[in-house]
């Protein structure tokens, strides 16, 4: 099989700023899906080398979620940074799930571990297709490259 | 036992905005996080009578969550309008794990459901405490009147 | 002139959040966009009775801003509680000039003020397009009305 | 003078994502204060070698924000990729006044300006301070090593 170039297993990096804490002084517990959303998306474009935007506008495709999961483990604050390790737990038919795995690079504690599914689909009839035969070629690269 | 004034079950109401959307015209996955927790915030004002900020600045109790989850059924968009009915799930020494069910005022369709989990502690030691006699005979009494 | 049902002045009232603040306690600067989004969008449901979902998915007008501007006069917490009182600064031919005043309910005093600009446009061609007609005219007459 | 190592001029760059997008396809309006937020402490990060959660725990110095102005030249989708330009306007005893530029990436065309004052104040008695003079320093070289 031909080298697809991608990093795996995928970390997304992210400072923790001002702006996500809360009057506790850690990150707000509402802020946590958008980061996972960032991981997710950032993810995509590693792994099928297209963003949300270009798939939705580009390919008619939309991955809208069906279950997003989060257990809080230890709390996140600007001096801990971030690093979101992208798991691939399941691919089917239509649907991705994601483990997401949230460690303080301050002291590689564990923050937060988070599953999150969704399906594919077309975006004009909205309903669920089955992801495209290329991208379930770079998605099961991925998840072989990871095991390995 | 006295009546304690509350509105049982407990409805948030909020309309979806322009600010809400993403390109696909629906609410934002990510957003949904930040929706249940203004739910749940607005769920403590009605039962407790005191929001998060004053819950932690004034009695010293913060209320981390542990686990949030959320099972996405219909799409929102700014015709739709919410309503999040908030449940009891199940109250326990320090947990407290709260069932949300968000409808669209639409169609009265299910858009979401969700289940949040916090756990009471003391901010200064940030070790979970139990429950306040007090909060706890108010939450028994939401439950109770929503089952009823 | 047939009386136009509408609140004049229009206030916006908003509880704070404890999702709003930030370590400092008080609502976070990068908020302020989005609360005065809030109370912009929340007068065009007032005034005109669309909001800008539906100006931009039935009839075809954007509103995009040109301009965005707040001075902060006094911070939020959640013991506020805030009103936002909305002006007309000036009307143009595409244009809408609105003045945003923000007062805290707790003790009356301002919080913040604000300037934003926006042109009405022709979502296709993305080009500037008069105000139509009738809305010109509630506009007008809830600037009388507040002047009055 | 001995040099201090900071990027000259420094620009914040960050991917424009699907969650800062709205139904018209482009990043939303409310989203541009938390962008141009994130723009200033990434320069604080790299001219003062401190971010905001350590100036005020650690140092106990705020930079409460007392005015934010941004002008919108052209929009930003996800297409596009944003680069904003930090420069210091001017710098009073307490107050900096840091002017914003944000460029496509896409096509080198400007997508907004903006203007944002900040004090400098003792977190403790909310009253401002002169802005320390090792900062002052610091803000100095930058500000000629840009006009340089």
């Known amino acids: ?15 923790i700023r001002w702006g996500d804490t809360d009057v506790a002084g850690i990150v707000f517990t509402g802020h946590y899906f958008d980061i996972c959303m960032e991981a997710i998306e950032s993810w995509f474009i590693e792994v099928l080398e297209l963003d949300w935007f270009i798939l ?30 992208v798991d691939v737990e399941r691919m089917g038919n239509s649907s991705l799930s994601l483990a997401l795995t949230g460690k ?6 564990h923050s937060f571990t988070g599953s999150f599914i969704c399906c594919f689909s077309d975006i004009r009839t909205m309903t669920n297709i089955p992801i495209p035969e290329w991208m379930r070629r770079r998605i099961d690269h991925y998840q072989q490259s990871c095991a390995a």
């Open 1 to 15: 099989m031909k080298t697809i170039p991608m990093q795996t297993p995928f970390y997304y990096r992210r400072p």
């Open 56 to 85: 939705t506008q580009d390919h008619g495709i939309g991955t809208p979620f069906v279950h997003a999961e989060v257990d809080f483990h230890a709390p996140l604050t600007p001096r801990d940074g971030l690093s979101v390790r």
């Open 104 to 109: 303080r690079n301050s002291d590689d504690q």
